[in-house]
């Protein structure tokens, strides 16, 4: 038997033992929306095996649902299924009556554009190089005492925080919050994505918890659930967490940081050298160096919303330019830890509102093209990033638009991610962006309406 036959009969297994009817089942679309649907547990075991099909909608329409026209699908042919992979090392149980849950990833045509299936063949390229990759997401967050619909009547402004002051590792609020930190890890440890930290963040309804570090496409997997299902929790416990970039104006945003190491078939950390200056190695330093190279070309698929680019702005804890640093906040690539189980990179400028597979994908493939590249980083920042003056070189796109064409334009995208990915990436964010564009927001009504 097979690692991946020992994996299907593994969570045929536990499927069969399961008190539910029905086995959930999700794809992680274009805008990290898992989108899925119930299955009668005969016909998901049949699909473990034999796969399943979707509809490729799932990739021709933005995440709420308004459709773009894509050369994968559109109304010219009639938007058809294609092919699913169940993946069954991803089965969980879910809090509500212990429905199993799993994961699946296309493998038709939509395969060349599927983030999980983009985020695979990055790792796979990895492995071919010898390397294997360990990961971990952190997420900063907002928590409202709101209903969807009362956000909603109140057109999503002077919501009611969770907290009534700002209390960044504030104890106090930890503990007359109780319930819900407590409710948070119980979660975590549900669903296989356990939480390393969790604490109030600067600012009212600030959040931020770190998930423990995993191999491989784990990490992403981790992220991708525990972001949709502890929404759905705090839903029902009436509250509204938001992982938006900007959902406050005058307070910090959501960052979505991703902490990478490399490490050697025999267990070394590749990123280690005790003789250099933070321990980083010259592997680590060709790493760095691929990021920062590459780091404004990908900026679309890291910050990938236009909410997105109000959180890259001077004093508010997100980069401004490609920099990095050693333990340096202000900077977009932070070198953090020193021992060999300790040193990691951490990609900082990433939003909380971006696809986790695909920072996994443009973070980690960034990196090892300066690898593959024998790259040399610029020199690290010491002090205030957002004080200095970073070359062009260094600069990061404005505005969406500027980032998907950027992205269009990248050599080392079509490269690592194909033209076919790189292409219906790039038209859906100059989808959203002509979306915003029909919009006529508060700040322009109160700026023209009467004084022009």
Request: charged share 25%; with cysteine.
């Amino acid at each position: 038997m097979t690692m991946g036959e020992a994996g299907i009969e593994a969570a045929a297994g536990a499927v069969r033992e399961a008190a539910a009817s029905h086995v959930m089942i999700g794809v992680t679309d274009i805008d990290g929306v898992i989108r899925g649907k119930y299955l009668e547990k005969e016909k998901l075991l049949s699909a473990l095996v034999g796969g399943t099909a979707m509809c490729r909608v799932v990739f021709g329409w933005d995440s709420r649902d308004r459709l773009y026209t894509t050369p994968y699908t559109g109304w010219f042919n009639g938007f058809p299924d294609d092919g699913l992979r169940i993946v069954p090392e991803s089965l969980r149980f879910l809090p509500e009556g212990g429905t199993p849950f799993l994961l699946a990833e296309f493998t038709g045509d939509g395969a060349r554009i599927c983030p999980r299936n983009l985020a695979g063949r990055v790792l796979a390229r990895a492995g071919s190089m010898g390397l294997n990759v360990k990961g971990g997401f952190e997420y900063e967050f907002y928590g409202f005492r709101e209903t969807v619909e009362s956000a909603r009547a109140k057109d999503f402004r002077n919501l009611a925080p969770l907290t009534p002051t700002t209390g960044g590792y504030s104890v106090l609020r930890s503990s007359v919050h109780s319930d819900f930190f407590l409710g948070m890890l119980d979660l975590s440890r549900t669903l296989k994505t356990p939480i390393e930290s969790l604490h109030p963040e600067a600012g009212e309804g600030a959040l931020e918890y770190a998930l423990s570090p995993s191999e491989g496409i784990d990490s992403a997997d981790r992220a991708a659930i525990f972001k949709t299902f502890s929404k759905a929790w705090a839903q029902r416990n009436g509250i509204l967490l938001s992982y938006m970039a900007k959902p406050v104006a005058d307070l910090p945003g959501c960052g979505g940081h991703l902490h990478l190491s490399l490490w050697d078939e025999d267990g070394n950390a590749l990123f280690h050298d005790a003789g250099s200056r933070g321990g980083l190695s010259k592997t680590g330093r060709a790493f760095v160096a691929g990021q920062q190279k590459y780091m404004a070309e990908l900026l679309s698929m890291t910050a990938p919303t236009i909410n997105a680019f109000t959180r890259l702005t001077p004093g508010y804890w997100a980069p401004t330019a490609a920099t990095w640093g050693y333990d340096n906040r202000t900077c977009a690539l932070r070198v953090v830890g020193s021992s060999p189980k300790s040193i990691r990179v951490e990609y900082r400028v990433t939003s909380a509102d971006a696809n986790p597979y695909l920072v996994l994908s443009a973070a980690l493939a960034s990196g090892l093209a300066g690898i593959e590249e024998g790259l040399e980083p610029h020199e690290a920042t010491d002090g205030n990033a957002y004080d200095q003056v970073a070359g062009e070189d260094l600069r990061l796109p404005r505005t969406l638009h500027e980032a998907a064409g950027r992205l269009r334009a990248s050599a080392m995208a079509r490269d690592w991610f194909g033209p076919d990915f790189v292409e219906h990436f790039a038209l859906s964010r100059e989808a959203e962006e002509q979306s915003f564009r029909r919009h006529v927001t508060d700040w322009e009504l109160e700026r023209y309406m009467e004084i022009i």
